[in-house]
């Protein structure tokens, strides 16, 4: 019912929820869900969220003391009092009982104002009367927001018409017609799940436990027993709308009895297995596919797969996974190319040779060139991570670059040692030994004459070369032969 210069307060509340509900196992449904709707003149404006109240605040009873609870209490102990109360005093358990209606709405009164921090911190400060200054009918300035729309948005950029349509599904008016066209989706949900690099590198599948809110099985969702349905609301007819006569007009609000359904449940008519809740929590396990390459942090959806609405045919909500990638003792990550450090001992690095790098996809060979110098950059192309959404994966994989890093040995063995400062000596004349030898005195003329004395080596000596005397003339056989080959796949690697 739309009258000119009246106003229509629209609201849910909890009432209509079960004990199971009203332990947090449905979610969704507050006293905070509310809107205004006002027509004043030719057009229909909205006006702020507003808080109603049925009762003079001349006349009222602290909130406070509705509830049993102190001023400092916390939003648990108001949640606690309000069950505890509601439950007592509900219109299902005091069938004919004015006295007890009263005072349960005089409860839930309380209840939808201290349960909002923002209602709750302005009736602290200004008592039942906080709401009066608001500009709730049309728009206009407000110490909470102004109105949706017109000179009074307060730049909030809300669209009433997107907004109306969310709430009552396109159509303009009150009452069960327009309830008809409501259609709430369920929530989401989200979970994080942990992954190894591997996994994450190369892709998995993860098995993931929710809990969503489901239909009932065995009532099919409806909440009733087998062969029952639900009864017309005696409070409101089955409108779904109490309506109130104030100093304001006709006020109308959400039936706190049937929750604006229009209809309620007997305990005796309930099903056993939601207690007329037509939902139900239900345990699973949901098999995640992980693509390769994915990165930390990333959030996957899975749409259909969260909570079914509260109430009603809504399409459910979606499951939200949140990717934690564990760090690599070994790669680090830089987009999809990956970085890795090569230990090259220092004579392979001088003369020449291979070493074998990790990758991904399993060890490969790279050539080292002689003459390698620490933090030399060599790239193996493709070798890095894919893609997540790419089909192409062997084209679409990053690189892994490898960074050179000489490694000198701890110790040395007196010959390694003598040939070494024999090495120094060649590049340095300056230099002075430490270990005892036929030029341990650095004296010149010694040297010539022991040079000129110095009985030739043989071929394979001559061949072997200085590293070769410290490390063994096979190593540098090897070396020289496989300089010699050309090795396969190194310059497509490097």
């Given at each position: 019912m739309v009258v000119a210069n009246k106003t229509f307060i629209l609201t849910r509340n909890l009432s209509k929820l079960s004990k199971n509900t009203l332990n947090g196992c449905v979610k969704g449904y507050n006293s905070q869900n509310c809107n205004i709707l006002s027509k004043a003149g030719s057009g229909l404006n909205f006006g702020q969220i507003r808080q109603f109240h049925n009762t003079n605040t001349n006349l009222k009873q602290d909130y406070y003391d509705t509830l049993?609870?102190?001023?400092?209490?916390?939003?648990?102990?108001?949640?606690?009092?309000?069950?505890?109360?509601?439950?007592?005093?509900?219109?299902?358990?005091?069938?004919?009982?004015?006295?007890?209606?009263?005072?349960?709405l005089k409860i839930q009164d309380a209840y939808e104002t201290l349960s909002d921090n923002q209602k709750r911190a302005a009736y602290d400060q200004f008592g039942h009367g906080y709401d009066q200054g608001q500009s709730g009918f049309g728009g206009g300035n407000s110490g909470f927001g102004g109105g949706f729309g017109g000179a009074g948005a307060g730049g909030m950029g809300f669209d009433p018409e997107s907004i109306f349509s969310q709430f009552f599904g396109g159509g303009f008016g009150a009452g069960k017609g327009s309830r008809s066209g409501f259609v709430?989706?369920?929530?989401?949900?989200?979970?994080?799940?942990?992954?190894?690099?591997?996994?994450?590198?190369?892709?998995?599948?993860?098995?993931?436990?929710?809990?969503?809110l489901s239909k009932c099985e065995p009532c099919k969702g409806h909440g009733t027993k087998e062969g029952k349905k639900p009864t017309t609301c005696y409070v409101c007819k089955g409108s779904g709308q109490e309506i109130f006569n104030t100093m304001h007009?006709?006020?109308?609000?959400?039936?706190?009895?049937?929750?604006?359904?229009?209809?309620?449940?007997?305990?005796?008519?309930?099903?056993?297995?939601?207690?007329?809740?037509?939902?139900?929590?239900?345990?699973?396990?949901?098999?995640?596919?992980?693509?390769?390459?994915?990165?930390?942090?990333?959030?996957?959806?899975?749409?259909?797969?969260?909570d079914f609405p509260v109430?009603?045919?809504?399409?459910?909500?979606?499951?939200?996974?949140?990717?934690?990638?564990?760090?690599?003792?070994?790669?680090?990550?830089?987009?999809?190319?990956l970085h890795v450090n090569a230990q090259v001992p220092f004579h392979v690095a001088a003369l020449g040779g291979f070493a074998r790098i990790p990758t991904i996809d399993g060890d490969v060979e790279i050539k080292i060139h002689p003459g390698t110098q620490t933090n030399d950059e060599m790239v193996l192309k493709r070798k890095g991570l894919s893609k997540p959404q790419s089909k192409a994966i062997l084209h679409n994989?990053?690189?892994?670059?490898?960074?050179?890093?000489?490694?000198?040995?701890?110790?040395?063995?007196?010959?390694?040692?003598?040939?070494?400062?024999?090495?120094?000596?060649?590049?340095?004349?300056?230099?002075?030994?430490?270990?005892?030898?036929?030029?341990?005195?650095?004296?010149?003329?010694?040297?010539?004459?022991?040079?000129?004395?110095?009985?030739?080596?043989?071929?394979?000596?001559?061949?072997?070369?200085?590293?070769?005397?410290?490390?063994?003339?096979?190593?540098?056989?090897?070396?020289?032969?496989?300089?010699?080959?050309?090795?396969?796949?190194?310059?497509?690697?490097?």
């Open positions: 049993g609870v102190k001023k400092e209490a916390s939003q648990s102990e108001i949640k606690k009092a309000y069950y505890q109360l509601a439950k007592k005093y509900h219109p299902d358990t005091n069938k004919g009982d004015d006295k007890a209606k009263e005072k349960f709430m989706p369920g929530e989401d949900i989200q979970v994080s799940i942990s992954l190894s690099f591997m996994e994450a590198a190369k892709g998995c599948t993860k098995k993931v436990h929710v809990q969503p007009g006709m006020l109308a609000r959400t039936c706190g009895t049937c929750g604006g359904s229009g209809t309620y449940i007997s305990r005796a008519d309930q099903c056993g297995t939601c207690d007329g809740l037509g939902r139900v929590r239900k345990s699973e396990y949901v098999d995640v596919d992980i693509p390769a390459g994915i990165d930390n942090k990333v959030r996957m959806v899975l749409q259909g797969r969260g109430s009603g045919d809504g399409p459910a909500g979606d499951l939200y996974i949140v990717v934690n990638v564990q760090k690599s003792k070994i790669y680090s990550r830089h987009g999809q190319d994989r990053g690189d892994q670059y490898v960074h050179v890093h000489i490694t000198v040995p701890k110790s040395l063995s007196l010959e390694q040692k003598r040939i070494l400062e024999d090495f120094a000596v060649s590049v340095d004349s300056k230099f002075k030994r430490t270990t005892p030898g036929p030029s341990f005195n650095n004296n010149p003329e010694d040297t010539v004459e022991e040079s000129e004395h110095k009985e030739e080596g043989s071929e394979d000596k001559k061949k072997s070369g200085f590293f070769g005397k410290i490390f063994g003339s096979k190593h540098c056989k090897n070396s020289e032969k496989e300089a010699a080959s050309d090795p396969k796949d190194t310059k497509n690697n490097s």
